[in-house]
């Protein structure tokens, strides 16, 4: 089995902000990207995945994506903590992976 590299990007943050960080990641590059429901405890407080749904924006997502360079991920990462992270909570971290499907990703063969 041949495996490729690539970086995966992930972003936890506050669901309000879910829609730029999606463009900010296709305005990147990213061929796709995943949302998954969070929760936990940070330095902001708890943030319980069963909640009230009185106020859904304040819901904690993660959202990734994996990409072929990892340059244009810095940049994502760079873009998404400069323009959301003073004024909202959240976190990103990049991975170093392998994948089996290069072409889904944008790496060439």
């Not at 319980?48 to 990409?67: C, M, T, Y």
């Amino acid at each position: 089995m041949k495996t490729y590299k690539a970086t995966r990007i992930s972003i936890v943050a506050e669901k309000l902000i879910e829609d730029g960080i999606i463009r900010i990641l296709e305005d990147a590059g990213a061929t796709g990207y995943s949302v998954f429901e969070g929760g936990g405890k940070g330095s902001h407080g708890p943030h319980p995945l069963h909640r009230p749904a009185i106020v859904d924006g304040f819901a904690i997502i993660k959202i990734e994506a994996i990409l072929g360079n990892r340059n244009a991920a810095e940049r994502i990462a760079d873009a998404v903590t400069q323009k959301y992270f003073g004024k909202y909570s959240g976190i990103v971290y990049l991975d170093d992976v392998e994948i089996l499907r290069p072409a889904k990703f944008g790496i060439p063969q």
